[in-house]
Antibody
Framework: EVQLVQSGAEVKKPGESLRVSCKGS????????ISWVRQMPGKGLEWMGR????????NYSPSFQGHVTISADKSISTAYLQWSSLKASDTAMYYCARRTGTSNEDYWGQGTLVTVSS | DIQLTQSPSSLSASVGDRVTIPCRAS??????VNWYQQKPGKAPNLLIYRASTLQSGAPSRFSGSGSGTDFTLTISTLQPEDFATYYCQQGYNVPLTFGGGTKVEIK
């Protein structure tokens, strides 16, 4: 069974750093890209970027380029989304998803809620 | 970036209704459109990919159509479990983008 399991909810202060994880299982991790998607409270879905776990090649949305870093460790089938300096506006649910060769996200993680508040 | 417009942002319907949800792209994206269903507190769920292909496990009452700039998700006979928000997504090029969503509410 394909699964993407994300790390748990986080509460952070502005300026702090954070890394959330997404562990894949039930499939060959290097055969599929991983996308990250943000959903701010009460709002829609925003694609942040994606990574090829084979070589860690990444694409970012211009809206998120420079503010987050997407990485992966194929040896442990895990992708990461990290911030070096959080802002209150980063408060959101973050999802990872498996990207297929038919240009869609077919399996999703359960989401990681990040709350940034002083 | 390619913009996807979903209008209306919400609609009211009754169980048993036929529901159509439109999505318009800002440029020609061939058939590179996917449709997702999201229920409150849950991750999105892929229903349709490449405009008209039903994802494995998705109910057959869901169908998709369109090409170029205009796309439609149709629910043939609305069921109680279908009350949710529906998003279109373009997979034509990076950055991938989603429409703003259409919430299907109970009339």
């Amino acid at each position: 069974e394909v699964q993407l399991v994300q790390s748990g909810a986080e509460v952070k202060k502005p300026g702090e750093s954070l890394r959330v994880s997404c562990k894949g299982s039930g499939y060959s991790f290097t055969n599929y890209w991983i996308s990250w998607v943000r959903q701010m409270p009460g709002k829609g879905l925003e694609w942040m970027g994606r990574i090829d776990p084979t070589d860690s090649y990444t694409n970012y949305s211009p809206s998120f380029q420079g503010h987050v870093t997407i990485s992966a460790d194929k040896s442990i089938s895990t992708a990461y989304l990290q911030w070096s300096s959080l802002k209150a506006s980063d408060t959101a649910m973050y999802y990872c998803a498996r990207r297929t060769g038919t240009s869609n996200e077919d399996y999703w993680g359960q989401g990681t809620l990040v709350t940034v508040s002083s | 970036d390619i913009q996807l417009t979903q209008s209306p942002s919400s609609l009211s319907a009754s169980v048993g209704d036929r529901v159509t949800i439109p999505c318009r792209a800002s440029q020609n994206i061939s058939t590179y459109v996917n449709w997702y269903q999201q229920k409150p507190g849950k991750a999105p769920n892929l229903l349709i990919y490449r405009a008209s292909t039903l994802q494995s496990g998705a109910p057959s009452r869901f169908s998709g159509s369109g090409s170029g700039t205009d796309f439609t998700l149709t629910i043939s006979t609305l069921q109680p479990e279908d009350f949710a928000t529906y998003y279109c997504q373009q997979g034509y090029n990076v950055p991938l983008t989603f429409g703003g969503g259409t919430k299907v509410e109970i009339k």
